[in-house]
């Protein structure tokens, strides 16, 4: 943790690959992290969801042959509008980024792109996939709710998905595991509930948290991080299996 008063460096977050290593690799399946660059409450950064994707990706392309590419860092973050330094993109502009990634993939030669997302507020990206049938590229949008609640369950997170909503044990525990320099004091004490979100689209965040937390990051830790990653990891080989061509497996 970051116990001074300098600010923390943030980690690099792209893959330093040259053209002769893709050459090398010759991966057929893509996989592209999405972030966000949104409040998550006082002690983890704007960038959270970008360094957890990231992070994922990762830990991905160590274990799968993967053509890993560098983050998507500004999304859907229009709920977090109330809190300082949030910035958004358009649902129909982050639609259009990503398929015009896979278009550029599909000529070059990969036709098989998986997106690593870390903002659960990206829902457009279910129709990116879903519209993605008769293109000439195969897409899946990973981690699925099955595969975060299997992660959890695997790792111990104890604070239910539905509560652990924003900055709460599962993002702090994968930022404490990958990341400790960017969690800053104040997360054992930061705890907020509030389960009844009905209309969190129409009113946002601050409407439920006045912390922007909401979960319960005092339970985090660095071991539960290390838990889930393996986890997702072992999660994607599904994904893989499905969209990696038989020579690629």
Excluded at 50 to 62: G, K, S, W
Excluded at 139 to 164: C, H, I, N
């Amino acid at each position: 943790m970051s116990g001074s008063g300098r600010r923390p460096q943030a980690p690099s977050l792209l893959p330093p690959d040259t053209t002769e290593d893709a050459r090398a690799a010759q991966a057929r399946v893509a996989v592209l992290p999405i972030g966000s660059f949104e409040q998550h409450g006082a002690f983890l950064p704007l960038v959270t969801d970008t360094v957890i994707a990231c992070t994922i990706a990762r830990e991905i392309a160590a274990a799968y042959p993967v053509h890993l590419l560098p983050p998507l860092t500004i999304s859907c973050s229009h709920e977090h509008a109330a809190w300082p330094g949030t910035v958004s993109i358009s649902a129909a502009t982050l639609h259009a980024v990503v398929r015009d990634i896979a278009e550029s993939l599909r000529r070059s030669g990969i036709g098989a792109l998986i997106l690593v997302n870390g903002h659960g507020g990206n829902y457009v990206l279910r129709n990116v996939v879903q519209e993605s049938a008769g293109t000439g590229t195969r897409m899946a949008l990973f981690p699925g709710s099955a595969d975060w609640d299997a992660a959890r369950t695997e790792a111990g997170v104890q604070t239910p998905s539905q509560s652990d909503m924003h900055a709460g044990e599962v993002e702090t525990s994968i930022l404490l595991h990958a990341h400790p320099e960017l969690v800053r004091p104040g997360y054992e004490t930061s705890d907020f509930l509030a389960d009844d979100r009905r209309h969190l689209l129409t009113l946002g965040m601050s409407a439920y948290t006045e912390s922007g937390v909401i979960g319960r990051p005092s339970l985090a830790t660095a071991g539960k991080g290390k838990e889930i990653l393996t986890a997702l990891v072992d999660s994607f080989a599904e994904y893989f299996s499905l969209l990696a061509p038989k020579e690629a497996r």
